[in-house]
């Protein structure tokens, strides 16, 4: 168990529909990342938060928005669904986002859109 | 651009010593993270390396050559539950993880 809890684990939902992805950090963790990784495919950074703040961007659509709420915990939103968007969902955490701070990966959500 | 290179899949046999080879062309250069992930699992931490040489850790080692933009990891006495996929990442200039694309090692009996 890394300490990182995301939910929820599987999420079905139909294109043009609005999902909200939760995760809680480790705890004593202040930074949050997330991100997407297709079938076979490797893991696609979306964003990172350091305490409340957005740290750094990645690939990370128009249609996708993430915040990071003062007790930590992290959501990240989903609109407009399309079927490109099925992936299972990584959030991670470290403690400041420091260059030898190794990430610790919650279990994921497995988004299935139909 | 930035970019990482591995090899997509390896086969090796139960009881071998398998080494899975990484090179990177990034910006800047702050350590370089190993990470198993299990098919539909989360990835976890194997090593990391900052400095040239190679690090052990049980059966598993990792190398790293700065000057060649390269690393390895050794994987030795190799067991069935080593069937996963091995990401390599390198911390840029910028403090971002750039992640390889993964390789999927398939150990035989």
């Known amino acids: 168990d890394s300490g990182v809890t995301q939910t929820p684990k599987h999420l079905i939902t139909a294109t043009g529909q609005r999902v909200t992805l939760r995760c809680s950090p480790r705890?004593?963790?202040?930074?949050v990342y997330w991100y997407q990784q297709s079938l076979d495919q490797g893991l696609q950074f979306l964003i990172q938060y350091y305490n409340g703040e957005e740290r750094a961007k990645g690939n990370i659509l128009e249609r996708f928005s993430a915040q990071q709420f003062p007790d930590l915990h992290s959501e990240l939103n989903l609109s407009s669904l399309e079927l490109g968007d099925s992936a299972l969902y990584f959030c991670a955490s470290s403690v400041e986002g420091a260059a030898n701070e190794k990430l610790f990966f919650g279990s994921g959500t497995q988004l299935s859109v139909l | 651009g930035q970019n990482i290179d591995q090899p997509t899949e390896m086969t090796a046999t139960e009881g071998a010593i398998v080494q899975i080879n990484c090179t990177y062309q990034t910006s800047g250069f702050n350590g370089l993270f190993w990470y198993q992930q299990h098919a539909g699992e989360a990835p976890t931490f194997l090593s990391y390396n900052v400095l040239d040489g190679l690090e052990e850790k049980g059966r598993f080692s990792s190398f790293l050559s700065r000057s060649k933009g390269y690393s390895y990891l050794l994987l030795k006495e190799l067991q069935m539950k080593d069937s996963a996929s091995y990401l390599c990442?390198?911390?840029?200039?910028?403090?971002?993880?750039?992640w390889g694309a993964g390789t999927k090692l398939i150990i035989k009996p």
């Open positions: 990442a390198v911390r840029s200039s910028n403090y971002q993880l750039i």
């Open positions: 705890s004593g963790d202040l930074s």
